[in-house]
């Protein structure tokens, strides 16, 4: 952190201590008050002295000298706050049975690190820092201006599709008198480029007293039309926007269009009269196209080795995914952000995150594990590789990364990603009492030692995500500061009662854990916020203490089909944002157990489990309408999933309390086989964005609301065998699933393949993709993204219009690497674009592969090196002659192949079976293959049934 953050974490600290209700001793308080006021004289200081620490090495090592005495005075703080028993719970509180000798090192301690602080603090009268009043600092300039500087128009790679999008809006509102629509987005990434591609004008740099004259000659003249760019706008102040916006009235009859390009999402919206345009991230395949043109790639003699650098440098410009909810647990166990008087640290992190997201520090990103429409919920983040590089060059020595080659070891080190769990703390950290957060990275094969990090006596974050975690160690308990502990998949069936001594642990994921069940104690464990016991698939009951849990926000108990649980249990869990029951919750008091929980943003009841509905089946089953009154009073609820219900009697009562729920998101009613209808007030929840009835299949009409509704980007209805669907496929609003037709209005510069962009399903099928208007609708859904899809089929039709080549759409649907299978259909290019004849790299988990109609192709990818493929099926490629060695691939072809299937292919005349491994070929389907001759003479296994 900087160090006027860390100075105001302290601060606080200590005024805190001061304040505290149990009375210091004399000398102790004094000393608190001294340091007081010392940081209080440096904090004026330190404006000016961040800023000259960029160019001046003195300034930066008295920074950083001053930031590490700040970090130790922390430490002494927290420390005697833990020497306090928890039941008397104020910080510093020295009651009278404490030994004399202890006192008195404290207070020395205390008086040394005071006259340390006021040593490092007096030094800044070298510096002559000036004083942070706007009286006295120096203005300076803020020349953050930018340029596109491209001459050449060619060099620009996609935003096409973008470029269409701005073109509509600003077509679309023609009508008004002022038109201002801003286009922001992280910087580098093309808004500069986007507007003067639009206005065709190069930007010109003026005073602004002139660029007001000049407006007013340019507006006086009626009906005049005028596009104006304003570029790279970093203003905030609402009276300065609205002067701006005041110099743009324009005369009767006259039309003004200002494109504004800016980083800051919060601008556009204060400055807009249209919805903004957020524009999109490049991908990982245009950054490296504009590597190839940057490096004159094709003319290259080490394109090998410029292509793996190169590649490299694409991907760096994605970013790491981070979970929001992981990452406010983590920033208030360390202290980072505390409550307010008006708001919770939970609140005010949530406020964070937005400011990050306007000014595109972090982007919103899928998840990158199919794990069902739950997704739909928890948030994922990237933080640009960059901006992450920006705050490593902040943090400098007090993040220590053992992934990093001469890494150096440093006394000031504070958070540390190491890759061995097993080996003590102190082999790889110089100070490991010092640690605030450790995260163990890559050791899946390696077990936890539980004397690893017991030396880190000031550690709050510990993350063993990445660890194999036989036990959690009794020695636990001595970490007295750890607020937050990710241990999923722990293998012993007992938990420690030890783990429930961690009396400020506010996060604690045990996710897939073998343990039976918990410490009756953890009700002592008050200050929990966030629990995560999915998939804990042995645990039968929770203790009785656990009712005591009052701050608890988060309870997932997904996954526990053994698992039985009052209502009382949770009934009385007001705090609750996130709720996701077992499978198997005892019928009887449901709606009491949530119809209280006003604050749920989530409820999960989802049924569906074998065993859970053998149990259901023996009980009562009672009406909904219950349920129906009570989920109804939970207004702030986003995300309702109700899977495959078995535990009551599913009728329209219940439908009808959810569709009170105006603030309703994303609705999962899939497998519901009871549901024959759905009522109208569905279709009035405004900001229902996802809609899943796959599975009801008795499911027949959806009311005529529900096709209107201009909010929903996701229908799935898949499995809905009866459903008529007459008016659903031509949807401008959302997706239909999981057979999507593209559509092409000739009034319109983009088809509906963009309304692909906000879904991930597991099985997805696009038909008419001759109607697609550019590649870059087909690289804007993102398909390789689509985590969860593990079926896909691509299908061209049969007429001969298109309105861009087959292959230059194929190259962009890109499918993610855990598809198992893949069909393309229709598709009408000689050639098949790099992915495809690159397959067996692109998509190793391929199961199942058919290709069918494709005329013009003449070349097969290698095929033969998918380690999975069990059936391949090729049909009516007619322009294929010869199927060679390199449809193999390389020896040891085909070894899981199970069915073959090839027809119509009447031009085939020779295979080359040399690699070929046909020995597990059950079945053998063959047609129109009158002149194909098998090389080498002697046929293999393959054809032994041909």
Same mark, same amino acid.
């Given at each position: ?89 104020? +910080? ?30 007096? /030094? ?26 491209? @001459? ?12 269409? @999008? ?30 003067? /591609? #639009? ?120 970013? /790491? ?14 202290? #980072? ?193 966030? +629990?995560?016991?999915?998939? &804990? ?21 997904? /996954? ?39 604050? #749920? ?63 309703? %998101? ?24 996802? #809609? ?7 499911? @027949? ?43 092409? &209005? ?23 993709? %001759? ?176």
């Amino acid at each position: 952190m900087v160090a006027s953050a860390v100075l105001k974490v302290v601060t606080k600290q200590i005024c805190s201590a001061i304040a505290g209700d149990i009375k210091l001793q004399g000398a102790f308080k004094k000393n608190l008050s001294k340091m007081k006021m010392t940081l209080e004289s440096v904090e004026a200081l330190l404006k000016d002295a961040e800023r000259r620490s960029i160019q001046d090495a003195a300034v930066c090592l008295w920074l950083k000298r001053l930031k590490n005495a700040l970090y130790d005075i922390y430490d002494m703080i927290d420390e005697f706050d833990a020497s306090t028993k928890p039941a008397e719970g104020k +910080l510093l509180s020295l009651v009278p049975d404490v030994k004399i000798c202890s006192r008195i090192s404290m207070s020395n301690k205390m008086k040394k690190m005071r006259e340390e602080l006021e040593n490092i603090t007096n /030094q800044h009268q070298h510096f002559s820092f000036k004083i942070d009043n706007s009286s006295f600092i120096q203005t300076v300039p803020d020349e953050r201006e930018t340029d596109s500087y491209l @001459k050449d128009q060619t060099l620009i790679v996609g935003r096409m599709e973008e470029k269409k @999008k701005v073109i509509d809006t600003l077509s679309e509102s023609m009508t008004q008198e002022v038109v201002m629509l801003p286009i922001y987005g992280i910087g580098g990434i093309g808004k500069t480029t986007l507007a003067k /591609q #639009l206005s065709k004008e190069e930007s010109h740099i003026t005073q602004k007293q002139i660029i007001h004259n000049r407006l007013g000659e340019l507006l006086a003249v009626p009906e005049k039309k005028i596009m104006i760019v304003l570029d790279d706008l970093w203003e905030n102040d609402d009276f300065q926007l609205e002067e701006l916006k005041a110099m743009l009235k324009v005369g009767e009859g006259g039309n003004v269009m200002t494109l504004v390009t800016t980083r800051d999402e919060h601008i556009a919206r204060k400055i807009c009269t249209v919805e903004p345009y957020k524009l999109p991230p490049l991908t990982d395949e245009m950054c490296w196209d504009i590597i190839k043109r940057k490096s004159d790639f094709e003319a290259r003699d080490d394109k090998v080795h410029l292509k793996r650098i190169g590649k490299d440098i694409a991907m760096k410009c994605a970013g /790491q995914k981070i979970v929001k909810d992981d990452i406010i647990y983590q920033w208030i166990a360390l202290d #980072l952000i505390g409550p307010s008087d008006m708001f919770s640290a939970r609140q005010l992190c949530e406020n964070y995150i937005k400011q990050l997201l306007g000014m595109s520090f972090l982007q919103h990103a899928k998840p990158s594990s199919p794990s069902g429409m739950r997704d739909d919920y928890i948030t994922l983040f990237t933080m640009h590789d960059l901006v992450h590089d920006l705050a490593r060059t902040i943090a400098t020595d007090e993040v220590l990364d053992a992934r990093k080659m001469n890494i150096g070891w440093n006394k000031t080190t504070r958070f540390a990603l190491l890759t061995d769990c097993s080996k003590p703390l102190k082999l790889s950290v110089t100070s490991p009492a010092k640690i605030k957060a450790l995260h163990f990275l890559g050791c899946g094969c390696i077990g936890f030692n539980g004397t690893a990090c017991i030396s880190a006596k000031y550690l709050r974050v510990l993350d063993l995500n990445e660890c194999s975690i036989p036990n959690l160690p009794y020695s636990l308990w001595k970490l007295k500061r750890l607020s937050y502990l990710n241990a999923p998949g722990v293998q012993e069936q007992v938990t420690p009662k030890c783990l429930t001594k961690l009396s400020r642990l506010i996060y604690l994921n045990l996710h897939g854990s073998s343990i039976i069940s918990l410490p009756e104690s953890i009700g002592e464990m008050k200050c929990l916020m966030h +629990l995560d016991l999915s998939c &804990c698939s042995q645990m039968e009951e929770l203790p009785k203490s656990f009712v005591k849990l009052k701050m608890l926000v988060h309870l997932d108990l997904s /996954q526990c089909p053994k698992m039985d649980i009052a209502p009382e249990q949770i009934v009385g869990l007001k705090e609750l944002v996130f709720l996701d029951l077992p499978k198997c919750i005892s019928a009887k008091g449901i709606a009491e157990a949530v119809g209280g929980l006003t604050k #749920l943003q989530y409820l999960n009841l989802a049924g569906g489990d074998s065993g859970c509905e053998r149990h259901c089946m023996m009980s009562e089953r009672p009406p909904s309408s219950g349920l129906s009154t009570a989920i109804g009073k939970l207004m702030q609820l986003r995300y309702v999933g109700l899977r495959e219900c078995v535990y009551y009697t599913f009728d329209t009562a219940i439908l009808d309390g959810i569709g009170t729920l105006c603030n309703l %998101e994303h609705l999962d009613l899939s497998q519901n086989t009871k549901i024959r209808s759905i009522p109208e007030s569905i279709g009035n929840l405004r900001k229902l964005s996802t #809609l899943n009835f796959s599975g009801c299949a008795r499911l @027949k009409n959806l009311p005529e609301n529900i096709i209107k509704m201009d909010s929903l980007t996701v229908l799935d209805v898949k499995g809905c065998s009866i459903l008529d669907r007459s008016k659903l496929s031509r949807s401008k609003f959302f997706a239909l699933l999981p057979h999507f037709v593209v559509h092409a &209005c000739d009034s319109e510069s983009s088809s509906n393949l963009g309304l692909l962009q906000h879904t991930n399903p597991n099985e997805l099928e696009i038909s008419s993709l %001759e109607n697609v208007k550019s590649s870059e609708e087909a690289q804007s859904i993102e398909l390789m993204e689509k985590k969860r899809i593990e079926k896909l089929k691509l299908e061209w039709s049969k007429i001969t219009k298109r309105y861009v080549e087959d292959i230059e759409v194929l190259a962009q649907l890109v499918p993610p690497s855990a598809l198992k299978e893949f069909e393309i259909r229709g598709y009408k290019n000689a050639r098949l674009p790099a992915w495809v004849m690159d397959i067996s790299h692109c998509l190793p988990n391929l199961v199942a592969i058919t290709m069918s109609d494709l005329p013009k192709c003449k070349s097969l990818p290698q095929l033969g090196q998918l380690p999975n493929l069990r059936k391949l099926v090729i049909r009516g490629m007619r322009s294929i002659t010869i199927i060679d060695e390199d449809f193999c691939g390389g020896p040891r072809a085909f070894r899981n192949l199970m069915y073959l299937e090839l027809r119509h292919m009447e031009n085939l005349v020779e295979w080359n079976t040399t690699h070929s491994n046909g020995d597990g070929v059950e079945e053998l389907m063959s047609a129109n293959l009158q002149r194909l001759t098998v090389t080498p003479p002697d046929p293999r296994p393959i054809f032994s049934n041909h």
